[in-house]
């Protein structure tokens, strides 16, 4: 074949059997002012040769060989579900192989691309897509996300036209501001979810072509001279994960999920009931107190806390303790201004009382006052000539260096020696500059991922949690390394609900850092009931982030009755299906499990402004049963499955903020 294969279908599965009849190119004559080769969208759309849209690579070599388009086309079958595409552009010289996985279980297509330079002399690429994936023609509309530090899972909605819709990333890390995904829905209900497995620049693009379709490409975004392949070297891209479903926006998360989970890797191969946290930092911050700290663990202990997270502050140099964050990133020793017997004494206690220790470290930071830095300053990213840029008063090191890594694994594995901890929170706090003379943006991800590797795989039976000032590092690359993500730094309960929501959208609430916190919210001002606060909680990965000891009676009963409920509900809220609706009048709700069984969470964010309340439909209920659902404090009510899923299951009165959990059981 001497051309990158044409894309047909993409889109809800076909019966059995089905074939596309005629050849594309036969059923599409030639138009008025057209090449008299027709080039379709391909699954390497090409430049300078014929296809006029973007192209899946941008790259010459000295200016030369800038045209390109496949010459033969081989594709290698790779067990059941996988094909291989190896492409050849005989007179660019670069090859391309792309990997198309279909995986059944997930529903899920997972496309990558490598790049050879197969001829004489360097090869500048500047785009590189991991994959493009073809849009129906009514497919109207794309979510994205944008958001910021505290302001996470910001949904951005656009319509599609014949405009190219365009977000891209350049922060060096994921972003708080764009995540790496979005959904596109179409006029007949099927909608399609895209989202990068890379934790660095990223950039996606869907463009209108001739035929009303569109192409959707994504991969990494490349800082000039970023990628320069010498002859014979090769680059591969992060895996681009695209899914499509009748189902709309939830089968698009399902899919998501499954493949989220199918990514990760869980210490003994199986994730366990995940344990309630608690952490240390918004009741503590930077003031550690042994016999304070160890007074929360008690307390932790009594409302039924199953990890105790201690987080930034514990540590520091030779001349100074990390009391603020202007020092110590770097100085990964143990503060014994603080603790003058090490953290032992604090982690002893902690295990000794049941729970799980685990520790905070920003390992990929330096603080210009830090023994670290004062002793290797180049070791911080920078450009010479160029002012340093520093923000929460820290560089960043260069993770592309072996000794910089291997420093880092040596501190942190210092610590995992010598204390019972079998947990990490791994933060991030800030963007990137100065990634190099020559960027090296990707190799500060492949640093860090090489780092998290390296650790996993030494000590096996840690978790790491990646956090990045809260939501600055969610995606599907990261989560191959990790357990957890710390969602956001804003844990108010209002704003969690629309943050939890984006999140949900493509990962799994497993993994879904949720905390209840102080009343005032600490990054808000605003104040919410605890059973609010719990109830928002729940169905993520739960945990408390307060100083336990300031509760009042009241307070501490409805969280220890809302831990004690976690605990109960946590094998059917997690590695089940999820599904979430709006039920109008400032009502939210997800619900958790299958068609015979259902957790049911409605969240009302305002007080109604209905005289009488929305019904709340439920799409996925088999309408061919009835279905009883029952709450705490009421009679159950049984409903057919038709009524509830065409018409809805009436709702009691709900204060302003307020968490419903219904039961909902197939009779
Ligand atoms: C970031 C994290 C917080 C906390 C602080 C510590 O902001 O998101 O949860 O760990 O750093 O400095």
Request: overall charge negative.
């Amino acid at each position: 074949m001497g051309e990158a294969p044409l894309w047909r279908y993409w889109g809800p599965r076909l019966p059995d059997g089905v074939t596309p009849g005629a050849a594309l190119r036969d059923t599409r004559p030639e138009p008025s002012f057209a090449l008299h080769f027709d080039q379709p969208l391909s699954i390497f759309p090409g430049v300078g040769l014929g296809w006029f849209g973007q192209s899946a690579l941008l790259a010459h070599r000295g200016g030369g060989d800038w045209a390109q388009a496949i010459t033969d086309c081989r594709v290698e079958p790779v067990g059941t579900d996988t094909l291989r595409f190896h492409l050849t552009d005989a007179a660019a010289q670069v090859a391309a192989i792309i990997t198309a996985r279909l995986d059944p279980a997930t529903d899920t297509l997972t496309l990558s691309t490598t790049l050879t330079n197969s001829g004489d002399g360097i090869v500048d690429v500047s785009w590189l897509a991991a994959g493009n994936v073809p849009l129906p023609p009514d497919a109207d509309a794309v979510r994205s996300w944008a958001g910021r530090h505290n302001s996470e899972f910001v949904a951005v909605d656009d319509t599609l036209t014949r405009s190219t819709w365009r977000r891209e990333n350049r922060r060096g890390l994921t972003s708080h501001d764009c995540f790496p995904g979005a959904v596109v829905t179409c006029a007949d209900g099927t909608a399609y979810g895209v989202q990068l497995a890379w934790s660095g620049n990223h950039l996606q693009q869907i463009e209108w072509i001739d035929d009303g379709t569109r192409q959707w490409q994504m991969g990494e975004w490349l800082a000039p001279g970023e990628v320069r392949l010498n002859p014979g070297e090769a680059i591969t891209t992060p895996d681009m994960l695209a899914t499509v479903s009748a189902e709309g926006a939830n089968g698009v998360a399902w899919a998501f999920h499954r493949a989220i989970r199918a990514r990760m890797t869980w210490p003994g191969d199986a994730m366990r009931p995940r344990p309630v946290h608690l952490n240390t930092w918004e009741g503590f911050y930077f003031d550690h107190d042994l016999s304070a700290l160890k007074e929360l663990a008690d307390a932790a202990a009594t409302v039924g806390i199953e990890r105790f997270v201690l987080d930034d502050g514990w540590f520091g140099g030779k001349a100074k303790g990390r009391d603020d964050d202007t020092s110590s990133l770097g100085d990964w020793a143990v503060d014994f201004r603080k603790y003058p017997d090490g953290l032992a004494p604090l982690a002893d206690h902690v295990v000794g009382l049941g729970m799980e220790f685990g520790l905070w470290v920003e390992p990929e930071m330096i603080n210009p006052d830090s023994d670290l830095y004062r002793a290797h300053p180049d070791w911080a990213l920078h450009i010479d000539g160029r002012p340093l840029l520093g923000a929460r008063n820290q560089l960043v090191l260069d993770m592309g260096r072996a000794d910089v890594r291997d420093y880092l694994f040596t501190a942190i594995a210092g610590h995992l020696d010598s204390l019972p901890i079998s947990y990490l929170k791994w933060d991030h706090n800030r963007d990137l500059t100065h990634a190099g003379r020559t960027p090296q943006f990707r190799a500060q991800v492949l640093g860090a991922y090489a780092l998290m590797a390296r650790l996993r795989s030494a000590y096996p039976a840690v978790e790491i949690e990646a956090c990045a000032g809260g939501g600055g590092r969610i995606d599907a690359g990261i989560i191959a390394h990790t357990h957890r993500f710390w969602t956001s730094d804003c844990i108010d309960a209002i704003s969690r609900v629309s943050i939890q929501r984006g999140f949900l959208q493509f990962m799994p609430p497993e993994v879904m850092g949720s905390h209840v916190g102080a009343c005032p919210a600490h990054s808000t001002g605003r104040m919410q009931s605890m059973p609010f606060r719990a109830g928002v909680a729940l169905p993520g990965h739960f945990g408390v982030e307060l100083d336990l000891r300031q509760l009042n009676a009241i307070e501490t009963a409805d969280l220890t009755a809302t831990i004690a409920r976690y605990k109960t509900l946590r094998d059917r809220l997690h590695g089940t299906r999820v599904w979430q609706g709006e039920a109008g009048d400032s009502v939210v709700w997800q619900a958790h499990g299958d068609s015979a069984a259902l957790l049911l969470l409605v969240t009302r964010i305002a007080p109604t402004t209905q005289r009488h309340l929305p019904h709340l439909r439920l799409p996925m209920v088999d309408p061919t049963r009835s279905y009883r659902f029952a709450r705490e404090g009421a009679a159950p009510i049984e409903l057919d499955g038709a009524w509830a899923a065409r018409v809805g299951l009436p709702l009691p009165p709900m204060r302003g903020e307020e968490v419903l959990i219904v039961e909902v059981t197939a009779l």
